[in-house]
């Protein structure tokens, strides 16, 4: 994984971790995720989806009967 990917999801974590909300924290992982997904900045600053990033939640969203037995939370904006 390259150095950049690494600093950005920090920058995320210490920029936007400190909202107590639980909707704000889910927005923190999830653009942590996408950050080491490699995914691509948007012109309104968040990170939009790269293919690493859809399958990395398709798979966290996969149980053992149906493809989507849990859901993935791409929260709220702090």
């Known amino acids: 994984m390259p150095d950049n990917q690494i600093a ?3 920058k995320i974590a210490g920029r936007y ?3 107590d909300s639980a909707q704000h924290k889910s927005w923190v992982i999830d653009q942590m995720v996408r950050a080491l997904t ?8 968040v990170l939009g989806e790269s293919l690493e990033y859809t399958e990395f939640v398709a798979d966290c969203k996969a149980g053992d ?5 849990y859901s993935w939370d791409e929260g709220t904006p702090p």
């Open 8 to 10: 950005k999801a920090l």
């Open 17 to 19: 971790s400190q909202n």
């Open 38 to 45: 490699d995914c691509p900045e948007t012109t309104s600053g």
């Open 65 to 69: 009967d149906v493809p989507e037995t």
